[in-house]
Every structure is written in C-alpha cells, then in structure tokens.
C-alpha cells in the first residue's frame, strides 16, 4: 500500500477510533461499528441509553425502556422491537441499533458516497470484490503483509470487512453495505461540508 493507502487505512482507523463506543449492551460488536450521535435530554431518543444498558431480548428492551421513563401498549414496544430486530433473531445487537437510529442521510453526502463506491468497484458490477481492490490497494506496506503473519488476499479480505455486512461476511461489498457503513459515520459529523471533505480526501475524488 503507498502512502496515500497509507493515509487513507489511517484516517478511517482514527475515525473508527475517534468514534468508537463501548458498553455493556453489545451482543455481536463489530469493532468498525461508529458511535451513535448522543440524544439530547427530552428527544425522541430519550430511550437511548436504557437500550444500550439492558436490550438483548424483548423482556430486557421493555424495561430498558421503562427504566428510562418511556411508557407504551405492550403492543407498541414489540412492534418497536421488530423494528429494531433487523435480523429476526429475537434478540437486538449493537449494530441493530445503531442501523435504527441513525439519521437519513443528505442527498449530497450520498452522492460522494457513491462516487467512492464506484471509484473502488473497477469492474462496474455492483459490487466490491477482492479482484477490484487488486487495481486500487497496494498492500504491500501493510505491516502485517510486510512481517508475513497475512497473505495478500487477507489484507485485501480485512479491508472488505470494514464494509461488508456483520451479518453475512461473504468478501461481497454491496451499495447499500458501503452506504450503511458511512451512514455511521455521517451520523457524528453535523455539517455535510466536512463529511465531504473527509471523503474527498480519503479517496482522493
């Protein structure tokens, strides 16, 4: 990887860093998984942080929600629950909830999303594979490429990680995978200019 790899597996590491949540409520963490934006007191997120402590299955979610003062029909918190369940296992994980509460993203910003998208996926088939990193991503300054502890195609393999879904790792990164990775991390940047920039640098578009 050249320096420009460099400072770009770097920038997305810090980020990743800068942003990362912990706690208790995680029953699958993804360790790329970016910080949820803080609700402000009296929001429609005030449930926020009862969830985070106590939402593994439908019992812990309720009184998570309870806890925190949030009162509704038994039908209504279910339905809630589903809503948050995007897998159908019954149970919420960390990665769940921040697909749930994260906020709509602008038009602009999905845009030079996309333009990201497009510019890793050389073959124009919809999606990132390993054969389209080999024409972008130099790995061979990768320090575990460099000490020999991964091969070329782990490198390659991890970097896909970083987008691909939680729930079905296939080395397959999607449009809508890519899209839900950066929506994290637009959720904790407030201006679109500088989730702009940000993005613009990384890639270089």
């Given at each position: 990887?050249?320096?420009?790899?460099?400072?770009?597996?770097?920038?997305?590491?810090?980020?990743?860093?800068?942003?990362?949540?912990?706690?208790?409520?995680?029953?699958?963490?993804?360790?790329?998984?970016?910080?949820?934006?803080?609700?402000?007191?009296?929001?429609?997120?005030?449930?926020?942080?009862?969830?985070?402590?106590?939402?593994?299955?439908?019992?812990?979610?309720?009184?998570?929600?309870?806890d925190?003062?949030?009162?509704?029909?038994?039908?209504?918190?279910?339905?809630l629950f589903?809503?948050f369940?995007?897998?159908?296992?019954?149970?919420?994980?960390?990665?769940?909830?921040?697909?749930?509460?994260?906020?709509?993203?602008?038009?602009?910003?999905?845009?030079?999303?996309?333009?990201?998208?497009?510019?890793?996926?050389?073959?124009?088939?919809?999606?990132?594979?390993?054969?389209?990193?080999?024409?972008?991503?130099?790995?061979?300054?990768?320090?575990?490429?460099?000490?020999?502890?991964w091969?070329?195609?782990?490198?390659?393999?991890?970097?896909?990680?970083?987008?691909?879904?939680?729930?079905?790792?296939?080395?397959?990164?999607?449009?809508?995978?890519?899209?839900?990775?950066?929506?994290?991390?637009?959720?904790?940047?407030?201006?679109?200019?500088?989730?702009?920039?940000?993005?613009?640098?990384?890639?270089?578009?």
């Amino acid at each position: 990887m050249d320096s420009a790899e460099n400072q770009k597996t770097s920038l997305h590491e810090r980020w990743r860093g800068r942003h990362a949540t912990t706690g208790r409520w995680r029953s699958r963490p993804r360790r790329s998984s970016p910080r949820p934006p803080t609700p402000s007191r009296g929001s429609g997120c005030s449930a926020w942080r009862g969830a985070r402590r106590a939402s593994k299955d439908l019992a812990e979610f309720v009184k998570g929600l309870n806890d925190y003062a949030v009162v509704m029909e038994k039908e209504e918190a279910e339905e809630l629950f589903r809503r948050f369940d995007k897998d159908g296992s019954g149970t919420i994980d960390f990665n769940e909830f921040l697909l749930t509460l994260r906020p709509p993203m602008s038009r602009a910003r999905r845009e030079v999303i996309m333009q990201a998208f497009r510019k890793l996926d050389k073959t124009g088939d919809g999606v990132i594979t390993i054969d389209d990193l080999r024409g972008v991503y130099n790995v061979k300054h990768h320090p575990k490429y460099q000490n020999g502890d991964w091969s070329e195609e782990q490198v390659f393999r991890k970097f896909l990680d970083n987008f691909d879904s939680p729930y079905d790792k296939d080395g397959l990164v999607t449009p809508e995978e890519f899209m839900n990775y950066y929506a994290g991390v637009s959720a904790s940047i407030d201006t679109d200019v500088y989730f702009i920039i940000m993005m613009r640098t990384a890639w270089k578009l």
